[in-house]
């Protein structure tokens, strides 16, 4: 989705500088297309993972680094190069909490070649792309992006479960001790990968830290900015690293302490809430920070709570009016998918109104992994398959798995 002739010189405005006031309702059009442009990037950490179990790369990239934005069908790869691929860690543990257990499931695949080692997972996670010069044109300044997969399994809370919260100092720089996160969700951000080549691996906290203070200090003479972006449980690990580089200011260069932090935002899609109200609190209290939340009102699967939302601002949609759409009551998975969110944003006009789609997004997109278009749009449902699932015919007729480099 391009970004209008005004986009550029209002860059500052649509990340959140004056919280988004009198963007929302009815939607700006340069925000609705931003929106769905970080909508897109979010969606290719989903698209490049390999969750198929069978796999000998099961819990890998699909693609290189270099790849990836285009081979995942995002609007402008030539925006931005990725420079960072994320990986995380979930080790199953005595006492575990239900949510932890639920979390790790539903976030990680597990390794063929690794049977019976349920206990650890290690999967991508995510990336870290940088505006290109072109991009630069396009969007008014320097955008560091963190996008972070979300769930690739139903993520299942027992009926009876009880979130286990634990402290926040890490990410909270030390400070606000009575701030609190879900214990799950802050395991899979801080977990130490295991080896790999007889080197250390660091956790998916430090490995994006030490990227994006790397990108700041490369970029320290040019306007810049952080965005985090993520959708569901994604959504959740973009909250804890947008508060963690925020709060131990890695949007400031090393070489030049002085210099104003940039802004970090955080764009969230159907994101559970992730700590207490004193977290909400925390949160708020970073100058340089915001967050939009956007929540599709007919999606009932992050179990979020509005009083404890950190959100900056929250925009809401209803995919329901989409009149492309035929949902069941009970199809909780598509109203949560984050196609059908771009979707929504595409077109949800606010209440009232009838949905238009105002930025030409192909509604076949609709049913990548879905099957929830009308029958007068005749697309095959759940079309997205990559390359015969990396099957490739030998030179003796058998088929096999592609081998492909994760970079």
Avoid at 277 to 301: E, G, W
């Amino acid at each position: 989705m391009a970004p209008t002739a005004n986009a550029p010189s209002r860059w500052e405005q649509l990340q959140g500088s004056c919280s988004w006031e009198g963007l929302l309702e009815p939607l700006d059009a340069d925000l609705r297309a931003s929106l769905i442009a970080y909508g897109e990037l979010a969606e290719a950490a989903y698209d490049g993972f390999n969750s198929d179990e069978n796999s000998p790369h099961a819990g890998s990239c699909l693609y290189n680094q270099a790849s990836l934005l285009a081979a995942s069908g995002v609007s402008h790869p030539e925006y931005y190069t990725v420079t960072k691929f994320l990986k995380a860690t979930w080790v199953s543990r005595l006492g575990q909490s239900p949510e932890s257990r639920s979390i790790g499931k539903a976030l990680f695949v597990q390794q063929p070649e690794k049977p019976g080692r349920s206990e650890s997972r290690t999967n991508w996670i995510g990336y870290v792309a940088v505006a290109t010069d072109e991009g630069v044109k396009a969007l008014g300044r320097r955008d560091i992006v963190v996008a972070w997969r979300g769930t690739v399994k139903i993520l299942e809370y027992p009926n009876d479960v009880e979130f286990r919260y634990m402290s926040a100092a890490q990410v909270l720089a030390g400070n606000f001790s009575d701030a609190k996160v879900h214990s799950g969700i802050l395991d899979v951000y801080t977990t130490n990968n295991p080896p790999e080549n007889g080197m250390l691996m660091t956790s998916a906290r430090d490995q994006v830290l030490a990227e994006v203070r790397k990108q700041v200090e490369k970029h320290k003479h040019e306007k810049t900015s952080i965005t985090v972006t993520g959708h569901s449980l994604g959504a959740s690990l973009a909250t804890l690293n947008a508060v963690d580089i925020a709060a131990h200011g890695f949007n400031v260069p090393c070489s030049r302490p002085e210099q104003t932090p940039c802004p970090v935002t955080a764009i969230l899609f159907a994101s559970p809430h992730v700590g207490d109200a004193n977290f909400k609190s925390a949160f708020a209290s970073f100058p340089a920070l915001r967050a939009l939340h956007v929540r599709n009102d007919c999606d009932k699967v992050p179990p979020a709570d509005e009083n404890m939302d950190v959100a900056t601002a929250v925009l809401h949609i209803d995919t329901d009016r989409s009149p492309y759409l035929y949902l069941r009551p009970d199809d909780e998975i598509t109203r949560h998918n984050l196609e059908c969110y771009l979707h929504g944003l595409a077109g949800d006009q606010g209440d009232g109104k009838d949905f238009e789609m105002v930025v030409d997004r192909d509604v076949a997109l609709i049913n990548k992994s879905a099957d929830a278009l009308k029958d007068d749009y005749p697309v095959p449902a759940n079309w997205w398959v990559i390359n015969h699932k990396h099957k490739v015919k030998g030179v003796v007729g058998r088929w096999t798995f592609d081998s492909f480099k994760n970079a």
